[in-house]
């Protein structure tokens, strides 16, 4: 255990050491007993946890979370994505091993947090926060490592790393419980919100929020409701006016925002890649644009009007992506888009489209959503890239209390935080008569495109076999003497089996286990 706190001490320090720390002397000369009487370590620790979340953005390169959904295509096909959606995966392919490592890593930082803390030489009030940042943290972790794999083995406490191995996975129902534990000891602890110079710590709002999300997906929806709500009725969070900047870099913190992984900053002091590997070759220079919208999500957005794209008088085959909900156009790069001072072709084998292979879209577009529209590639070719990521923001938040009101049978509640998400965009309201829980569904569909919550939306909805397992649509783009055609066409056909709710244990971590003793694998993986 001692190794492996130097190590981790050892990569925050190189990532966010301030001139002085590094003056103190070699990296290696601090011991474990030197870290823990040193404040200003013991902060760089606690930055180095918050560093090792893993969100959307530190996806970027590999495949989006997305492209195992009706959401997305990833355009390399090499990717596991791929696999994913065929069906052609087991526990030997090791699908999402590195969350299952990310997390327990977290979790691992958190426990030795939360011993060694009571001794540190802070504050009261700072050992207080760092606890509940601690709980926090490690719920977050553990949320991710449950909602893919399901029931996991508890590790509340320091271990060796041969200790841990031993560990066999908990009931569900305890799970759920030490997870909500840790959220409600992090919502007690934890501040309110913090001064400019602590942007991106987690609040008690947060885990709140947290909490209201994971409710949700466990189908309890009087308490999803109540948590939800407590963040609404806090009035510590505001819609952001304008969806088309909500993620620019200048929008970073803005008041819709209850919690994100800050990226440059004094906390994690790191960088991500997704303007990088998301943008057009054209841009980038070299084969990205990776993770491509399908004409599944592009169908969702309603026209102006309300109504969908083959309802509506507004709809034009010839110009498919005019009057289009203004959400459409912040988060996918469609055939001539105006994109960084240049007027998008998407037809195949253009300038920004390549004709095949990496760096073409397999589905006729490419991702808006997150991009910096001010971001040179060519200029910052180190691939840092900066703006944050959101985790949860109030968009969501309302979304969640409203499809928990619609279950617990108050539909107009639900309608009216729905239509403050459709007013915010510049969409009209949904009548009375004409809201059902598609409408709520649809919502989050376009509302929260590519931010990493669908395939759980789908898993709640138990919509797999036809919103992962279903034919997956793109748009083939030609030039004929009457005009430039949009034709929809099938890219594939995915396969989807129940066992496929949860992702197979991967089978370099049940090597790990002591002969005999083996951690038990999802039903039907073995």
Known sequence: MRKILFSILAVSLLASCSTDLLDRGPLDKYSEQNVWKDSTLINLYVGNIYAGMLTTYDEAGNWLMACITDEGESARTFHQSHQVNTGQYGPSDNVYSEYWIGCYTQARKCNTLLERIPGAPVSEGLKQRMSGEAYFLRAQAYIQLYERFGRFPIIDKVLSLEDETTVQRAKDEDCVKFILADLDKAAQLLPPSYNSANLGRATSWAAIALKSRFLLNRHRDAEAAEAAWAVINSKKYELFPNFLTLFNPESDNNIEII???????????????????????????????????????????????????????????????????????????????????????????????????????????????????????KVNNNNGNFQNCPVIRLAEIYLIYAEAKWNLGDAEEARKYVNKLRTRAGMPEIEAAGFTFASLQHERFVELAFEGQRWFDIKRWNLGAEKIGGKIFGTDIQDTPGGRTYTRFEVESRFFQPKMYFFPIPLSEINKYPAGTPLAQNPDWN
């Open 259 to 377: 919690f994100d992984k800050q990226y440059a900053s004094g906390i994690s002091g790191q960088t991500h890649s997704l303007d990088t590997y998301e943008n057009s070759s054209f841009f980038t220079g070299f084969s990205s644009a990776i993770t491509c919208p399908t004409q599944n999500l592009v169908d969702a957005f309603e026209m102006k009007d309300g109504l969908s794209w083959d309802q509506s008088p507004l709809y034009d085959p010839a110009k498919p992506y005019e009057n289009r909900d203004p959400r459409f156009y912040a988060t996918v790069l469609h055939d001539g888009y105006q994109w960084m001072n240049e007027k998008v072709d998407m037809k195949k084998g253009s300038k920004f489209n390549r004709a095949s292979g990496s760096g073409s879209s397999p589905t006729g577009y490419f991702l808006r959503k997150f991009l910096n529209p001010k971001f040179d590639t």
